[in-house]
C-alpha cells in the first residue's frame, strides 16, 4: 500500500475496540488539528489560529503504516489557566490518555518549549506510554535546529515535521507504528473464550453497549422497555482474546413477569449467568440503584460470578462532581454485599470509557480464574484468625487448621476444621474478605467451604460407637 508524503491511504469506515487508540496532545494553537487532518486524510477537525479551537475530543479512524487506529484530537491545555473550560478540557484530555495506546506530544517549533509542554511530558511520564514529540512548525531544514530543546523533555523519539506543508509525517507515521500495540493473531484463539453476560433490567441500555463493543447493529435497540427477547451471543475479538457477549432480556424480579416472553428471556438470562464467569450488570445512572437493580445483583451473586457494575447513562448526568460522588456512594453502599466489584461509569452512547469495559473483565478474569500457594492462603488466614478470633460455637472453641485451596472459577478454598458445626456467616464473610485483601483477589469473589479434618473423624469415631 502507498500513498504521496502526507496523504494516508483510504480508511474503512468500521471500528472496533480491538484497533489501538493513538492520541494528539498538546497546548492550543500548536498544530494538532492540522496533524489529525493529515493523519486522517481529510479536513474534519476545525482548524483555526485562535487558540482553543478545538474544544472536544474527535475521534476518527485513520490507516497508520496499513494498521488500522483510531486517532483522537484532544482540546488544547493550557499552562495554569484556571478557568472552568480549560478545566474541561484538561479533564477530557486526562480521560483521553486513559484509553490511549501511544500518544503523540505536539509541540511548537517556534515558539519553543513552553509550560504547558513541561505539564504534558510530566503528565505522559507518569502514564508510561509510548510516546512521540512532534514538533510542529518547521517548515525549513533551517528551522530544525529548534527541535534540540525539546529533548530536555524526557521524552523520545522528538521529530521534526510541518503539518501545514505535509513534512516529516511518513518518518511520524512509521513511529507511531512501531510504538502501536502487536496486532492479533492465530495465536489468540488458543486462549480460552471469556464470556461476558450482560445483564440488567430492561431499558438500561444492554444492548446499546453491546452494539458500542462491537460497533455494528446486531440485536434490536429500543427505548421500549424489555425488547430484547431472546440471549443473543456475540463473538468479539479484542486484546489478543475472543469475548463471547452475551446479551439478556431485563431481568424482573419473578413476580413481575407477567407474559411467557418474558418468563423465557429471565430464564435464558439465569441460564447466561451459568455459563459466564463474567457478569457485567448493568444500571440506569440516572435511576441509581433500585431495587430492581439489586435483585439482578443477588443473582450473579448466588450463580457465584465476578461482577461488574456499568452505570450507563453517565452522560446524562448534570448535577456535576457532586451528583457523581453521591451516585458512586450510593452504589458502594447498596452493593456491599457485592465488594469485589468496581463499578465503571461509561455512555454508551457516546462511548465513554466503554473501552475500559473489556479491560476491567480481563482483570477479573485473572483472578477470578487464578491459583495461589498454598503457604500464601494458611499465611492470610493466621493473620485474619489474629485478628479476630474465631467465635465459640455450641459454648466449644471453634479451629480452623490449615487451607487448601481446591478449585478455580472463582477461587474455591477448603478450610479444615474441628467441628462439623458451621461457623456463623458474619465470620466466613470477614474471613473470606480479608483472605481476598491478603491475596490480592480483589475482583473476584473466593468460596469457602468447611471440611472435618481426617484426624477429627477418628478422633470422634469411639465416641459416636
Not at 530543546?149 to 512501531?178: N, T, W, Y
Not at 495465536?187 to 444492548?207: C, D, F, H, M, T
Request: glycine share 6%; with cysteine; proline share 7%.
Amino acid at each position: 500500500m502507498s500513498s504521496a508524503p502526507g496523504c494516508p491511504p483510504s480508511v474503512p469506515p468500521e471500528m472496533s475496540v480491538t484497533d489501538p487508540v493513538v492520541v494528539l496532545m498538546g497546548a492550543p494553537n500548536v498544530g494538532k488539528s492540522t496533524l489529525f487532518n493529515r493523519l486522517r486524510g481529510g479536513r474534519r477537525a476545525l482548524v483555526h489560529p485562535q487558540p482553543g479551537m478545538t474544544r472536544d475530543r474527535l475521534s476518527r479512524p485513520a490507516i497508520i503504516e496499513e494498521r488500522r487506529v483510531l486517532l483522537v484530537d484532544t482540546g488544547g491545555v493550557i499552562h495554569g489557566s484556571g478557568d472552568a473550560m480549560s478545566a474541561l478540557i484538561r479533564d477530557q484530555s486526562h480521560e483521553a490518555l486513559v484509553e490511549a495506546d501511544v500518544v503523540v506530544l505536539v509541540v511548537d517549533g517556534r515558539a519553543g518549549c513552553s509550560g504547558t509542554d513541561r505539564d504534558l511530558s510530566r503528565l505522559i511520564h507518569r502514564r508510561g506510554l509510548p510516546v512521540i514529540v512532534a514538533v510542529n512548525k518547521l517548515d525549513t531544514e533551517r528551522l530544525e535546529i529548534h527541535t534540540s530543546e525539546f529533548h530536555e523533555l524526557g521524552l523520545e523519539p522528538v521529530l521534526s515535521v510541518s503539518a501545514a506543508h505535509g513534512l516529516g509525517l511518513q518518518e511520524l507515521r512509521k513511529q507511531i507504528a512501531a510504538c502501536l500495540p502487536a496486532p492479533l493473531t492465530a495465536a489468540r484463539e488458543e486462549a480460552p473464550e471469556l464470556s461476558l453476560a450482560l445483564i440488567g433490567r430492561p431499558n438500561v441500555g444492554k444492548s446499546s453497549l453491546l452494539n458500542r463493543l462491537v460497533n455494528e447493529e446486531r440485536v434490536i435497540v429500543s427505548d421500549q422497555p424489555g425488547t430484547t427477547r431472546d440471549s443473543i451471543d456475540t463473538l468479539l475479538h479484542a486484546h489478543q482474546r475472543t469475548f463471547r457477549l452475551v446479551d439478556t432480556a431485563g431481568l424482573r424480579r419473578r413476580e413481575a413477569a407477567a407474559d411467557t416472553a418474558e418468563s423465557l428471556a429471565i430464564a435464558q438470562a439465569r441460564h447466561a449467568l451459568a455459563r459466564a464467569q463474567i457478569a457485567v450488570l448493568v444500571m440506569d445512572a440516572q435511576a441509581g440503584v433500585t431495587v430492581g437493580d439489586l435483585a439482578v445483583a443477588g443473582e450473579a451473586m448466588d450463580a457465584g460470578r465476578a461482577v461488574i457494575p456499568v452505570l450507563n447513562k453517565w452522560d446524562l448526568l448534570t448535577g456535576g462532581e457532586d451528583e457523581a460522588r453521591a451516585l458512586l456512594e450510593e452504589v458502594a453502599n447498596r452493593l456491599s454485599f457485592l465488594p469485589y466489584s468496581r463499578p465503571l461509569t461509561v455512555s454508551a452512547l457516546t462511548g465513554l470509557r466503554v473501552r475500559n469495559l473489556l479491560k476491567e473483565a480481563l482483570l477479573s478474569e485473572e483472578e477470578f480464574m487464578a491459583i495461589r500457594p498454598t503457604a500464601a492462603w494458611n499465611r492470610a488466614l493466621q493473620s485474619a484468625m489474629k485478628e479476630r478470633r474465631t467465635p465459640l460455637v455450641e459454648n466449644r472453641p471453634y479451629r480452623i487448621r490449615y487451607a487448601v485451596q481446591t478449585g478455580t472459577g472463582p477461587p474455591r478454598v477448603t478450610l479444615f476444621v474441628n467441628r462439623q458445626t458451621p461457623l456463623p456467616p458474619p465470620y466466613m464473610r470477614f474471613l473470606a474478605g480479608r483472605l481476598r485483601l491478603a491475596l490480592d483477589l480483589t475482583r473476584t469473589p473466593i468460596h469457602l467451604h468447611l471440611k472435618l479434618r481426617q484426624a477429627e473423624r477418628k478422633r470422634r469415631r469411639p465416641a459416636d460407637a
